[in-house]
């Protein structure tokens, strides 16, 4: 799909000028291609059909005659026009003095903020034997609002529909917001977008355009490659009028600009703004808004995760910018990274949230869990970027297809398994009760006992965890009450699964979980882990009718998982929230039995799991390597799984 550059839906074309320099005449012989010999004062509104005029777009015509319209007309004319042409006589040098003393001033006074681009045309040319261009262009230079001119005759018909063709491209393509006619060069804010647009062409990231990123580059904005010829010949002019424009037998930044300029100074502005729409901008140069968020619409109980072609567009990128392939992107090639962009959509120093390498520096883990973490919690944000890392270029689609919307949620549960690859586990407790030490300790290898900085723990935290061999985002989000009667808001408590935590060795703080247990997920489907931290002090008992392990019975969920920050880190326990997740209508770990593997890979796994989740006595797996058949250990799993599952409260 070619996006269509988002160009004007109409453009209305206003003819001003002194009485008699021909306004009427020059409308009715474009529409009648010959010369009326009587004219009426004012010509009516003539519509062109889009499919007639050059640029595609429904064009009206409007006359204006002093003799049957006042003044307040004219003022709402200029008001409701989207060019203006001013037409003077070439043999009368009246008309042309009034261009500039009463008819510019009248245009700017009435166009307001809008900045109504001007064409100047002058009329008659087949009365006199000279041109007035040279004295036009002097007026130019002191009236930026002018786009151009041209000279015509509405009797011989000379550029009668080029002086329309010239207002059209006025409107649809203006010079004043790419190039300074009064510094005979680009404008500032041209120049940045361009310098974004030859960045993301760049490939190697060498700073020059070789054969093929123009290619590719032409291909992208024109649907065209270019001709061997063709690049050759813009190299041999670039080389002709710039000592830097070519470098390497590639085309610099510079030369770049410079084939730009010379495409405006020619008049052939439809060329670069070709090119700055297909990159997104709009009339004003910035990205439009429409370009940079593209509309998907997200069901409730559905997320966003990266697509495969979002995927692999981000991992191309990161192979682009990790020059030193180290896997991980050094401050400087995380700034190159993000220099098509207005700011990098997170920090440098992302330690915080996702996986580093030992230097701080963001791993290819970890840049994935970023983004991954993005499109979850927040999707627009992950369109801007997408767009300003020129997504919509290299895929020449819109950054919907970088996303999938995941499969309802019902729908999983109906399935008994999650189609995602990004899990959402609300990591809830009080605070202090080691959450957020608990959530960090899942992307720290080593053990650290630094407090966190002054922003405090994050609110996200993301990393990969492979569930039976998939790998898969995990991203934990902390949660802290703040007192018993504290509710959870509705996005606190939905999520792929929950994990409750409370102090082993603080008495009052297991009842704030089980509070929330109770009011927020006994009635729901989502899983639930119950984590008891700080398992290196001393276990106290809790100040609840029931305790924890008790409580874990009586709700038929998993028993505590005991974690300490200070020792041996477990990383199992965020591969058991993740399993959770996965495999979520079982709360036991029984779950494990959904899985799909080969026969006896499946049961092997499967007898490590019941062992470690503690649901299995050790000795199931010497009746294996007994070599019981396939079929009686199937058929005792499935035993146990219904031993399991049935109710029993004790
Ligand atoms: N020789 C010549 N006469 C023209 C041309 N265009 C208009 N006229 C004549 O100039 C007079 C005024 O034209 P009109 O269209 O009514 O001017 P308006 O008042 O600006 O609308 C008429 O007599 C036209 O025939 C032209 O290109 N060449
Ligand atoms: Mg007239």
């Keep these: 799909m070619v996006i269509k550059s988002p160009l004007k839906s109409n453009v209305r074309i206003l003819l001003l000028g002194d009485r008699g320099v021909g306004k009427t005449s020059i409308i009715l012989s474009l529409v009648s291609e ?32 002093s003799v049957d319209q006042n003044e ?23 008309s042309i003095d009034r261009i500039s003393s009463y008819w510019l001033p009248l245009v700017k006074q009435n166009s307001l903020d809008k900045c109504c681009p001007i064409v100047l045309v002058g009329n008659k040319i087949d009365l006199v034997d000279y041109s007035t261009i040279d004295g036009i262009l002097q007026m130019m230079e002191d009236f930026p609002e002018i786009e151009t001119c041209i000279e015509c005759s509405a009797k011989t ?50 700073g020059l355009l070789n054969d093929t990123e123009l290619n590719n580059f032409q291909s992208r904005c024109f649907n065209a490659p270019l001709q061997p010829q063709v690049l050759d010949d813009v190299k041999a002019v670039l080389r002709k009028n710039l000592d830097d424009g070519v470098q390497n037998n590639c085309v610099t930044f510079k030369g770049f600009l410079y084939l730009h300029t010379l495409f405006i100074q020619r008049g052939r502005n439809e060329t670069t703004w070709a090119v700055l729409r297909r990159f997104g901008y709009n009339d004003r140069l910035q990205m439009a808004k429409e370009y940079l968020f593209p509309t998907l619409r997200v069901p409730s109980g559905c ?20 020059k030193d392939k180290d896997m991980s992107l050094s401050p400087t090639e995380f700034e190159e990274m993000f220099s098509t962009c207005p700011t990098p959509p997170w920090p440098a120093d992302v330690g915080e949230i996702v996986p580093t390498n030992e230097k701080g520096w963001i791993s290819f883990q970890g840049y994935i869990c970023q983004w991954a973490l993005m ?7 992950t369109f801007e970027y997408l767009a300003y890392l020129g997504y919509n270029i290299y895929e020449n689609d819109s950054q919907v297809t970088a996303v999938q919307v995941t499969r309802e949620k019902k729908l999983d549960l109906a399935k008994k398994q999650s189609s995602r690859n990004v899990y959402q586990c609300n990591v809830i407790g009080p605070g202090g009760s080691g959450k957020s030490s608990f959530c960090r300790n899942f992307i720290k290898s080593n053990v650290e006992h630094r407090k966190f900085g002054n922003c405090g723990s ?27 009667s504290d509710p959870l808001q509705s996005d606190e408590v939905h999520c792929d699964v929950a994990c409750l935590v409370y102090d082993v060795s603080n008495p009052k703080s297991f009842e704030f979980i089980a509070r929330i247990y109770i009011k927020y997920f006994a009635d729901s489907k989502i899983p639930v882990l119950v984590v008891g931290c700080k398992n290196d002090l001393e276990e106290v008992k809790q100040e609840y009718l029931l305790q924890p392990s008790t409580f874990c019975q009586k709700y038929k969920i998993l028993p505590t998982q005991y974690f300490s920050s200070k020792s041996h880190s477990r990383k199992d326990i965020y591969v058991k929230l993740a399993t959770m997740a996965a495999f979520p209508p079982l709360r036991r770990m029984v779950h494990m039995l959904m899985l799909r593997q080969q026969p006896s890979e499946w049961l092997s796994q499967f007898c490590r799991n019941l062992r470690e989740f503690g649901v299995l006595p050790a000795d199931v797996a010497t009746w294996w390597k007994a070599g019981l058949s396939l079929a009686a250990i199937t058929a005792i799993g499935l035993i146990v799984v219904k031993v399991i599952s049935t109710p029993k409260v004790r």
Excluded: W
């Design 375 to 381: 499109t979850l919690v927040d999707l627009p944000k």
């Design 157 to 206: 018909l000379k550029n009668i529909s080029e002086m329309f063709y010239y207002a059209q491209k006025a409107v649809l393509h203006p010079t004043s917001p790419i190039y300074s006619v009064e510094d005979g060069d680009l404008t500032e804010s041209c120049k940045i977008a361009l310098s974004r647009i030859f960045r993301i062409c760049d490939m190697d990231c060498d």
């Design 72 to 94: 307040d007309t004219l003022n709402s004319l200029v008001k409701g026009a989207s060019v203006v042409c001013i037409v003077y006589a070439v043999d009368n040098d009246d």
């Design 34 to 65: 010959e010369f009326p010999e009587n004219v009426p004062t004012r010509a009516e509104e003539i519509t062109i059909p889009a499919d007639v005029t050059p640029e595609q777009v429904p064009t009206n015509i409007v006359d204006y005659s």
């Design 458 to 484: 994050p609110d996200f935290i993301a990393n990969m965890v492979q569930v039976y061999g998939q790998e898969k985002i995990l991203v934990l989000r902390d949660i802290t009450l703040k007192s018993m």
């Design 303 to 322: 997320t966003t995760e990266l697509s495969h072609r979002g995927q692999h567009f981000l991992t191309h990128l990161f192979q682009r910018f990790d």
